[in-house]
């Protein structure tokens, strides 16, 4: 799906920022999407993720694929802003960020550059209360 496009669903408008996409399948609980596998274990509050992205940026789109997939084990919701856009351009600079992707959780600082995938499982583990699939 173009980020730019505009779904029916799956959206959410965040204050200060122009883009924000929800990854399908982000809030439900339920079974595994693909209609198959192990139930999936989301439950609590979803967690904020605000992605700050640069353009043919590898590690960019390295830390959207990762997201995907933990919002199918974890309730998310994923925003994507572009660092050429001022809110962007906003965030890179409050949090001092060196490399794309900055990625925030709930509005502070996690990660920046490679995406950290073993630290952002067992943080979002603790932020469900110990919740996981075993994957």
């Known amino acids: 799906m173009e980020i730019g496009s ?24 339920g079974t595994d ?27 960019c789109e390295d830390a959207k694929s990762a997201l995907a997939v933990l919002s199918q084990s974890y309730p998310l919701t994923i925003n994507v802003v572009s660092i050429l856009e001022e809110p962007g351009r906003s965030l890179m600079q409050t949090h001092r960020a060196p ?11 996690f990660s920046s550059g490679r995406l950290p995938r073993r630290k952002l499982e067992k943080r979002l583990a603790k932020a469900q209360g110990g919740v996981s699939n075993g994957q």
């Not at 029916?8 to 996409?21: L, P």
């Not at 999936?40 to 353009?55: F, H, L, R």
């Open 6 to 29: 505009r779904p029916s669903c799956g959206w959410r408008t965040v204050m200060g920022m122009t883009r924000a996409q929800t990854i399908p399948g982000g809030g439900r609980h």
């Open 33 to 59: 999407p693909t209609g198959g596998g192990l139930p999936t274990q989301k439950v609590g509050i979803p967690v904020v993720v605000t992605v700050v992205e640069a353009p043919a940026c590898h590690l």
């Open 99 to 109: 490399m794309s992707p900055l990625v925030l959780l709930d509005g502070a600082y």
